[in-house]
């Protein structure tokens, strides 16, 4: 099936740095991606989505000069969250689909650790 | 708009019980249904999925059967395993275009020896 990869699996960065989250699809185009939030023992919270060559859509409530987006080529897309806090502690999930169908294929997820 | 709804977990059972784990749905039109299963400390991994109506999604000994009348699609496998213990997530998805899943709010299984 379908991979998608993510980098760096696990980060621990200090209040006000700012960290760069890559999502790749290793064996297929990826026309859409999309960046989920996770906290513990709750489902997955649609942040934003985004398509190669454009700005992403971001969901209500989500700051979009916090979470910046970029999908640069049809295989990668980068979720940088600048000027990080505590509170944006969080697992967070990409996912990606190709021009065909409607399944979602789920990176590993990354882990940040604001401390 | 549409919607999930899962059970409430944790659904705690002993190694070789049945399994079933109840999702239904809201949705305008015809959604495609998944579900998803995430380990402890990973992310989603697609299970199964249907696409329409009367479908039957089956994998690793897991089986769930799009039901159009009663808006369902309840995961069931026979006999559990502990490496099965892990958080299920049921989803649909607008055929229309978007394929924005919609995501139930997960349940926890957890398998005892």
């Known amino acids: 099936g379908a991979v998608v990869s993510q980098h760096p699996s696990r980060v621990i960065c200090k209040s006000g740095t700012s960290v760069k989250i890559e999502c790749r699809s290793l064996d297929f185009q990826a026309t859409t991606m999309f960046w989920y939030r996770q906290f513990p023992k709750q489902s997955l919270m649609l942040m934003a989505t985004s398509n190669e060559g454009s700005k992403a859509t971001y969901e209500q409530g989500v700051e979009k000069d916090k979470f910046l987006i970029n999908h640069a080529s049809l295989t990668l897309s980068t979720l940088t969250v600048t000027s990080a806090h505590p509170e944006d502690s969080s697992f967070y999930i990409c996912?990606?689909?190709?021009?065909?169908?409607?399944?979602?294929?789920f990176g590993p997820g990354t882990r940040l650790l604001v401390l | 708009g549409d919607s999930v709804t899962q059970m409430e977990g944790p659904v705690t059972l002993s190694e070789e019980a049945f399994l079933t784990i109840n999702c239904t749905y809201t949705a305008t039109g015809y959604p495609s249904l998944f579900w998803y299963v995430q380990y402890p400390g990973e992310g989603l991994q697609l299970l199964l999925k249907a696409t329409k109506a009367d479908d039957k999604g089956s994998n690793k000994g897991f089986e769930a059967t799009y039901r159009k009348e009663t808006t369902s699609f309840h995961l069931e496998k026979g006999s559990v395993q502990v490496s099965d213990s892990a958080v299920y997530f049921c989803a649909l998805s607008d055929t229309g275009g978007s394929y924005i899943p919609t995501f139930g709010r997960g349940t926890s299984l957890i398998v005892h020896p």
């Open positions: 996912s990606a689909i190709g021009s065909k169908g409607e399944t979602q294929y």
